[in-house]
């Protein structure tokens, strides 16, 4: 099944997840290989963040995790399609928390 934007979710069976579309699972290959070389650490699938609590309002990203080296988190979404209202929550994101996310397309 696809969503408004064409996105397919896809089974990874190397992760042994599903993913809201195939560049995400090809992401978090890539992320799974180089946190088993060493390259990162603490990788996690969408981290999720309350921008407002009333309301209830969340951002989710795709991935966090923390470069070999280093004490930042860094923070990934894939998208295809940067809508308003996912740069809206970035923003909001960025002014609420200081958290900046890498857009991954």
Known sequence: MTNKYG???????????????????????????????????????QPSWVLCKRPKITYTADFAYVKAGSSLHTIEDVKGVLTRETRVKLAWLKEKFGIEVTIIR
């Open 7 to 45: 996105a397919r979710r896809t089974w990874s069976a190397f992760v042994q997840r599903e993913f809201d579309s195939k560049a995400e699972a090809r992401r978090a290959e890539d992320l799974f290989m180089e946190e088993k070389a060493g390259l990162i650490s603490r990788l996690q699938y």
